[in-house]
């Protein structure tokens, strides 16, 4: 039987494999079926944090995507805000999941008050698309830019503050709009602080990977 092949993009650029296969250790006891590879963008030091490395961003997504595809099954942008996720799944001959839509959908199942924590100025696109319709409570932790600042002492407590304000203006769930929450494991930092439930944008992922590869 042959294996299907998951391709992650990672969109922070590292010479590192280790890190750029972060996100690929937490998914694979989640999809043990399949094969997963990662890869990283070319230039892309900071990652995705504001517009300007969005639209730097999305060429090189596009250019990776199309030259992997015919090596795989299934395509991930592990990032989200999704960047270039719509375009790719018009295009491109295989299934293509975001982590944003992916956060988003599974904040959606826990009531009608989602936090929403990211890195930018507000939350990505995505996410009022598919919480259309529910109160969102949006906060960029107070001295973050990109999503190195998470893995700073600064960075964190700056996360735990706009997490507990969240709650304390009625949300339901915590949604984590940034990959690099993952990689920090904001989820275990929050969880002495919050009983809420806290979504990991790549956990989610493997949810909507397993739909997408067994539609027929």
Same mark, same amino acid.
């Given at each position: 039987?042959?294996?299907? /092949? %998951?391709?992650? #993009?990672? &969109?922070?650029?590292?010479?590192?494999?280790?890190? #750029?296969?972060?996100?690929? @250790?937490?998914?694979?006891?989640?999809?043990?079926?399949?094969?997963?590879?990662?890869?990283?963008?070319?230039?892309?030091?900071?990652?995705?944090?504001?517009?300007?490395?969005?639209?730097?961003?999305?060429? /090189? %997504? @596009?250019?990776?995507?199309?030259?992997?595809?015919?090596?795989?099954?299934?395509?991930?942008?592990?990032? *989200?805000?999704?960047?270039?996720? /719509?375009? !790719?799944?018009?295009?491109?001959?295989?299934?293509? &999941? =975001?982590? =944003?839509?992916?956060? +988003?959908?599974?904040?959606?199942?826990?009531?009608?008050?989602?936090?929403?924590?990211?890195?930018?100025?507000?939350?990505?696109?995505?996410?009022?698309?598919?919480? +259309?319709? /529910?109160?969102?409570?949006?906060?960029?932790?107070? =001295? #973050?830019?990109?999503?190195?600042?998470?893995?700073?002492?600064?960075?964190?407590?700056? #996360?735990?503050?706009? +997490? !507990?304000?969240?709650? *304390?203006? =009625?949300?339901? &769930?915590?949604?984590?709009?940034?990959?690099?929450?993952?990689?920090?494991?904001?989820?275990?930092?929050?969880?002495?602080?919050?009983?809420?439930?806290?979504?990991?944008?790549? !956990?989610?992922? +493997?949810? !909507?990977?397993?739909?997408?590869?067994?539609?027929?």
């Amino acid at each position: 039987m042959t294996i299907a /092949k %998951i391709g992650i #993009i990672r &969109v922070v650029s590292s010479n590192d494999q280790s890190f #750029i296969e972060t996100h690929q @250790r937490l998914l694979q006891p989640l999809l043990p079926d399949y094969e997963l590879a990662s890869r990283a963008l070319p230039d892309q030091p900071e990652g995705i944090h504001d517009a300007t490395t969005f639209a730097q961003a999305l060429p /090189k %997504i @596009r250019q990776m995507a199309n030259q992997w595809q015919h090596e795989l099954d299934l395509l991930m942008i592990s990032c *989200a805000a999704d960047p270039g996720v /719509k375009m !790719l799944q018009s295009e491109l001959s295989i299934p293509v &999941v =975001g982590a =944003g839509e992916s956060c +988003a959908r599974k904040a959606a199942r826990y009531g009608d008050h989602i936090a929403i924590l990211g890195i930018e100025a507000d939350a990505p696109a995505i996410f009022y698309e598919i919480l +259309a319709g /529910k109160t969102i409570h949006y906060r960029c932790p107070e =001295g #973050i830019h990109c999503t190195h600042d998470i893995q700073t002492p600064a960075g964190k407590q700056a #996360i735990i503050a706009a +997490a !507990l304000e969240c709650e *304390a203006l =009625g949300a339901n &769930v915590i949604a984590l709009a940034c990959t690099g929450m993952a990689t920090t494991d904001v989820a275990a930092l929050l969880a002495p602080h919050t009983s809420l439930t806290v979504i990991n944008p790549v !956990l989610a992922a +493997a949810e !909507l990977i397993n739909i997408r590869l067994t539609l027929p």
